[in-house]
């Protein structure tokens, strides 16, 4: 399974944007990206996934790099809520369901 | 809609002691994935049952065994529990008409071993 490399927390302020980085140097040419979070107290949570274009949702933005070897998480507007670990995840589209977790990023938010 | 539930919530077992745990899926998913979190660490893939068949292991000893039943509700079993077992188990349900293989957590079980 390629390997992710994150920042292993980051600290924000309440209603500002946040940008939660992932580097993924190894990935291949059918690998999907894939974010969770996991809220304390919780199982993890899908966030988001895309493949080379960068994609929205209600939750987040994920913007993928041209070389597809680095990947951020956008939220454009924190909440406290948002504070979770957040985890990016390669999945190969021909593999097994199985998810590879890393250490993830711890995300503080601040009132 | 209901979501991932697992039963219990907490339970404390001693060194050798067998337990089981389990866990009901989403409706309409018929592949459950267990996953080991032990504290301050990422989840940890277990194995996968797909329509009552195991369909992918980590690397787990075989003391770690599973069961899907018809309904697709999962049993996950420990046998000779280790003091290393202490864990947070996590089970995921999925369908693989979902082409992106989004998995959708249960709240886990809290498993203390003494």
């Known amino acids: 399974d390629a390997k992710t490399t994150q920042p292993n927390s980051m600290e924000s302020n309440e209603e500002e944007p946040v940008h939660l980085p992932c580097n993924h140097s190894?990935?291949?040419?059918?690998?999907?990206i894939h974010w969770y979070r996991q809220l304390p107290s919780q199982g993890p949570e899908y966030v988001i996934h895309g493949l080379t274009s960068n994609v929205n949702n209600r939750m987040a933005s994920l913007a993928i790099a041209e070389d597809r070897k680095s990947s951020t998480l956008i939220l454009h507007r924190a909440t406290l809520r948002d504070a979770a670990v957040y985890y990016c995840?390669?999945?190969?589209?021909?593999?097994?369901?199985?998810?590879?977790f890393g250490q993830g990023t711890r995300l503080t938010i601040n009132p | 809609e209901t979501g991932v539930t697992q039963s219990p919530t907490h339970l404390i077992k001693t060194r050798g002691q067998q337990v089981t745990l389990r866990c009901s899926s989403q409706s309409g998913h018929n592949t459950v994935s267990w996953y080991q979190q032990a504290l301050g660490q990422g989840p940890q893939f277990i194995f996968q049952?797909?329509?009552?068949?195991?369909?992918g292991r980590g690397n787990f000893p075989p003391r770690f065994s599973g069961l899907q039943f018809p309904n697709y509700s999962s049993e996950l079993n420990v046998n000779a529990l280790e003091l290393d077992d202490s864990a947070l188990y996590l089970c995921a349900s999925s369908t693989p008409t979902s082409w992106h293989y989004e998995q959708y957590f249960g709240p886990g079980t809290r498993l203390t071993v003494t």
């Open positions: 049952y797909y329509r009552e068949e195991e369909n």
């Open positions: 190894t990935i291949s040419g059918t690998d999907y």
């Open positions: 995840i390669l999945r190969d589209v021909g593999g097994a369901q199985k998810l590879v």
